[in-house]
């Protein structure tokens, strides 16, 4: 054997040996994350599905309505967590459903269709290791999700018979002047109407009314008074010529602040009533810690990261008065469970519709981070200020 040929065979053997170790490098990969799929990624989907589904059943049975646990499916409230009916409960605690408010519901989408799609989109992530190993489905059997809502979508009409009367001719005005009408027949006709649909693309105002009614919680003047001790409202408090509160005026948009605060009031009002009247302090020191926790407790603890108040910024005197706020994004935990934008949108929007009144929903909105924005560049607060107004 020559030495060129001997050197050849050499080069020869040490690439086939590098392919060999290479090759067995990716099975080891391979191996890995098959073993991880089985060991933790499918069981943990497997109970998640269990999880949504046992959910699903129990909030039916709770709001006596599987509409209202297809709404709360469809937008993301379900996640499969464990928590999913104890968190449901605790946000709508102070809400009833509305009468028939989900007997013209009908779901853009079914359980079994968003089903389906949570299926194709977990074992798509496991398509490189299915090539190599026959694994098992992630999913449940047929007979978990049967019977789940499969309402079909389109219009909900009525027809009924409606009789107009029969009109005698009349004579109009004096005889001279006047003239005859003319009468019409006794007539029957079909009347067919088409009901309006709610979708869980509604807001949840559509569906839940607070439990606690409504009250006169007193004139401005005295409203006013109770919110002084908070927030800065003294600022805007108006007097007479005796000191006495006569009204509230702040420009901007701590007016709206302020508006939200008073309809957090009204909300609470029934719990400090005593024959007819309204212990107005009380309402006053409970809708101050309530507009906290629905607002910055809520983007705090739940939604943004380093979520803080800006200092006095150009555009913090344009707003007169209001706080703006900053972070660093979204957290981990929400990027989670509302991966896409969209989920964002939709997440953020049910959050404000499940709030009382629209200046709350306004105050919200004007809460939010000046600095977050999604994938296309669209501000976050600059779009929820859209939506509120």
Request: charged letters at 25%; aromatic letters at 8%.
């Given at each position: 054997?020559?030495?060129?040929?001997?050197?050849?065979?050499?080069?020869?053997?040490?690439?086939?040996?590098d392919?060999?170790?290479?090759?067995?490098?990716?099975?080891?990969?391979?191996?890995?994350?098959g073993?991880?799929?089985?060991?933790?990624?499918?069981?943990?989907?497997?109970?998640?599905?269990?999880?949504?589904?046992?959910?699903y059943?129990?909030?039916?049975?709770?709001?006596?309505?599987?509409?209202?646990?297809?709404?709360?499916?469809?937008?993301?409230?379900?996640?499969?967590?464990?928590?999913?009916?104890?968190?449901?409960?605790?946000?709508?605690?102070?809400?009833?459903?509305?009468?028939?408010?989900?007997?013209d519901?009908?779901?853009?989408?079914?359980?079994?269709?968003?089903?389906?799609?949570?299926?194709?989109?977990?074992?798509?992530?496991?398509d490189?290791?299915?090539?190599?190993?026959?694994?098992?489905?992630?999913?449940?059997?047929?007979?978990?999700?049967?019977g789940?809502?499969?309402?079909?979508?389109?219009?909900?009409?009525?027809?009924?018979?409606?009789?107009?009367?029969?009109?005698?001719?009349?004579?109009m005005?004096?005889?001279?002047?006047?003239?005859?009408?003319?009468?019409?027949?006794?007539?029957?006709?079909?009347?067919?109407?088409?009901?309006?649909?709610?979708?869980?693309?509604s807001?949840?105002?559509?569906?839940?009314?607070?439990?606690?009614?409504?009250?006169?919680?007193?004139?401005?003047?005295?409203?006013?008074?109770?919110?002084?001790s908070y927030?800065?409202?003294?600022?805007?408090?108006?007097?007479?010529?005796?000191?006495?509160?006569?009204?509230?005026?702040?420009?901007?948009?701590?007016?709206?602040?302020?508006?939200?605060?008073?309809?957090?009031?009204?909300?609470?009002?029934?719990?400090?009533?005593?024959?007819?009247?309204?212990?107005?302090?009380?309402?006053?020191?409970?809708?101050?810690?309530?507009?906290?926790?629905?607002?910055?407790?809520?983007?705090?603890?739940?939604?943004v990261?380093?979520?803080?108040?800006?200092?006095?910024?150009?555009?913090?005197?344009?707003?007169?008065?209001?706080?703006?706020?900053?972070?660093?994004?979204?957290?981990?935990?929400?990027?989670?469970?509302?991966?896409?934008?969209?989920?964002?949108?939709d997440?953020?929007?049910?959050?404000?519709?499940?709030?009382?009144?629209?200046?709350?929903?306004?105050?919200?909105?004007?809460?939010?981070?000046?600095?977050?924005?999604?994938?296309?560049g669209?501000?976050?607060?600059?779009?929820?200020?859209?939506?509120?107004r």
């Open positions: 054997m020559s030495a060129f040929r001997g050197i050849l065979m050499g080069y020869g053997t040490a690439a086939i040996k392919k060999e170790a290479k090759d067995n490098a990716k099975m080891e990969i391979v191996k890995a994350a073993i991880d799929y089985h060991t933790n990624q499918l069981p943990a989907h497997k109970k998640r599905e269990t999880n949504r589904a046992l959910a059943n129990q909030l039916s049975s709770i709001f006596e309505s599987e509409q209202a646990a297809d709404y709360f499916d469809a937008n993301g409230f379900i996640t499969g967590d464990g928590k999913d009916v104890e968190r449901i409960r605790k946000m709508v605690e102070n809400k009833n459903i509305k009468e028939n408010a989900f007997k519901y009908i779901p853009t989408a079914n359980y079994g269709d968003r089903y389906n799609q949570r299926q194709t989109d977990f074992e798509s992530r496991f490189g290791v299915k090539k190599t190993f026959t694994m098992q489905a992630g999913g449940l059997g047929p007979s978990t999700i049967d789940l809502l499969t309402k079909p979508e389109g219009d909900i009409t009525t027809t009924e018979q409606v009789t107009t009367p029969a009109v005698e001719p009349q004579d005005g004096p005889p001279e002047k006047g003239f005859m009408t003319e009468g019409t027949p006794e007539r029957t006709e079909e009347v067919t109407t088409t009901l309006p649909r709610s979708t869980s693309d807001p949840m105002s559509e569906f839940f009314v607070s439990k606690i009614g409504s009250f006169n919680i007193g004139d401005e003047s005295k409203i006013a008074s109770a919110a002084s927030r800065g409202f003294d600022q805007g408090i108006q007097r007479d010529a005796n000191n006495a509160v006569v009204g509230f005026s702040m420009d901007g948009n701590k007016n709206i602040e302020y508006n939200a605060f008073k309809a957090v009031m009204n909300q609470v009002s029934g719990k400090y009533e005593t024959d007819g009247k309204v212990s107005l302090s009380l309402a006053a020191e409970e809708a101050n810690t309530v507009l906290y926790n629905q607002t910055q407790g809520t983007l705090q603890d739940k939604i990261t380093d979520y803080k108040a800006q200092g006095i910024t150009e555009q913090s005197k344009q707003d007169k008065g209001t706080n703006t706020f900053t972070s660093s994004g979204f957290k981990d935990s929400f990027n989670l469970q509302f991966p896409s934008d969209q989920n964002k949108i997440a953020l929007k049910n959050h404000m519709d499940s709030l009382g009144t629209k200046s709350e929903a306004q105050y919200f909105a004007r809460s939010f981070p000046v600095d977050i924005t999604f994938v296309d669209t501000n976050v607060k600059e779009l929820l200020l859209q939506i509120t």
